[in-house]
C-alpha cells in the first residue's frame, strides 16, 4: 500500500518548504480517508514494510542535505523518493561525505600543530616572540599545586613539598656545600632566563634513625610522587613544569646531545641549545644527555619515622652533587649538616 504524500506546494518559507505539510501525511487506509498529524520524530508502522520516517523528518532531512552538498543525481532535485532517500544509496553515500569533511575540518582546526613543530617552526624563522608563546603555553598548561589540592595529600608528600620548596630557596653559596667550580657560576646561572624547568617526580624514603655519619642510607620507599609540581619561589622567575610530553618534547627538538651539523655545515645541536636559552637553562650531563631540570634537583627525600629530619640526595650542577641533612624547626626545613659530596 503506497503513502501519498499531500500539500507538496513550495512556498518562500523554511528552505522552500510549506511549514504546514512539514507535520502532514496522508492516512495509509484509503477508506478512512483524511490528514493525520504527527508528531516530530514519530514513524508510521507497517507502512512499505519496516519502519518510515514521517514526512516532516524526511522533508527537513531533504532540506537539510539540498543545502549542505550538491545533488547526487537521481529523481527530482537529486532525490528518488523519501524511501530510496532513506535506504537507498544516495543517502549512505551523502553520510560518507559528511563524515569525511568532518573528519577533515577536525584534523585542520582542532590539531593546528604539535609543541614540536612549534619549536621547530620558532627556530626555523629565529623568533624569540614565538619561543616565548611556547613557553608561556606550557606554564599555562601546567600550574603550580594549589594549597587547597595540596590539602588533599597524606601527610608524608605534604611534608615532602614543604621539604623541597625550602631546599630549593637555600643560599647555598654561603652553606659551604658546593665544590669551588660551582660557587661562580651558581649565583648567575639563572639571572638572564624568564623560566625555570623543574622536576616532576620525586621519591620519599624513610628509615627508623638517620645516621649522619654514613652516606645513602638504605631505606623503604613509600611514595613515588609522578605529578609533582612544587610552588616554588625565585624572584621573576616562572616554573615549567618537565612533565613526560615536554620532556620527550625537548629532547626530540634537541637531539641526543651529540654535536650534529645541518645542511650549512653549522652545529646545529648547539644552535638549538642556544636558541632555548633565551628562556631557560639547559645543561649537558656526563655522558652527553639533557640535564633539563633546573638545580637544585633532587632525586630522594629521605625522613626518619619522627619526620624531624631529613637526607637530602641532590644533583647541584651538570656533574655534581651530594647528600645533606636537615631538620625541621616549627613549620620550616633549615639546614643541619653537610653529609658528603660526589662529582662525576
Not at 660557587?183 to 620525586?202: G, P, T
Not at 610522587?225 to 612533565?243: E, M, N, V
Not at 646545529?268 to 637544585?296: C, M, Q, R
Amino acid at each position: 500500500m503506497k503513502e501519498q504524500i499531500t500539500n507538496r506546494k513550495q512556498k518562500s518559507h523554511h528552505c522552500g518548504l510549506d511549514p504546514q505539510s512539514l507535520a502532514k501525511t496522508t492516512s495509509p487506509n484509503p477508506s478512512k480517508g483524511g490528514e493525520q498529524f504527527l508528531p516530530f520524530g514519530e514513524v508510521r508502522r507497517g507502512v512499505l514494510g519496516g519502519e518510515q520516517p514521517t514526512i516532516r523528518s524526511v522533508q527537513i532531512r531533504k532540506a537539510f542535505n539540498t543545502i549542505l552538498f550538491p545533488p547526487f543525481g537521481g529523481g527530482r532535485g537529486g532525490f528518488r523518493s523519501a524511501r530510496n532517500d532513506v535506504n537507498g544509496s544516495t543517502y549512505k553515500r551523502k553520510n560518507k561525505y559528511v563524515l569525511f569533511v568532518f573528519f577533515l575540518f577536525t584534523i585542520a582546526f582542532a590539531y593546528p600543530q604539535t609543541e614540536l613543530e612549534m619549536l621547530e617552526r620558532a627556530y626555523k624563522n629565529n623568533s624569540k616572540e614565538e619561543l616565548k608563546v611556547f613557553f608561556d603555553n606550557w606554564s599555562r598548561e601546567i600550574t603550580p599545586i594549589t594549597n587547597e589540592e595540596l590539602s588533599t595529600y597524606n601527610d608524608t608528600i605534604q611534608e615532602a613539598y614543604k621539604v623541597f620548596v625550602d631546599f630549593y630557596n637555600f643560599n647555598f653559596s654561603n652553606l659551604n656545600i658546593l665544590h669551588p667550580n660551582d660557587a661562580k657560576q651558581y649565583k648567575n646561572l639563572y639571572k638572564n632566563v624568564n623560566f625555570l624547568i623543574v622536576q616532576n617526580e620525586l621519591k620519599i624514603y624513610f628509615v627508623n634513625k638517620i645516621h649522619f655519619e654514613f652516606p645513602t642510607q638504605e631505606g623503604y620507599l613509600t611514595d613515588s610522587i609522578t605529578d609533582f609540581r612544587p610552588a616554588i619561589r625565585r624572584s621573576g622567575k616562572t616554573p615549567l613544569y618537565l612533565t613526560k610530553k615536554y620532556d620527550e618534547t625537548l629532547n626530540a627538538f634537541l637531539g641526543d646531545g651529540l654535536v650534529k651539523l645541518g645542511k650549512d655545515g653549522r652545529d646545529e645541536t648547539s644552535d638549538k641549545k642556544e636558541f632555548l636559552e633565551n628562556y631557560v637553562k639547559i645543561d649537558v650531563g656526563h655522558w652527553y644527555d639533557w640535564l633539563l631540570p633546573a638545580v637544585p634537583e633532587v632525586y630522594t627525600i629521605t625522613f626518619d619515622k619522627n619526620m624531624k629530619y631529613a637526607i637530602i640526595f641532590y644533583r647541584i650542577s651538570s656533574c655534581t652533587g651530594g647528600e645533606i641533612a636537615i631538620k625541621k624547626e616549627g613549620n620550616t626545613w633549615v639546614f643541619f649538616r653537610l653529609i658528603s659530596k660526589w662529582i662525576q
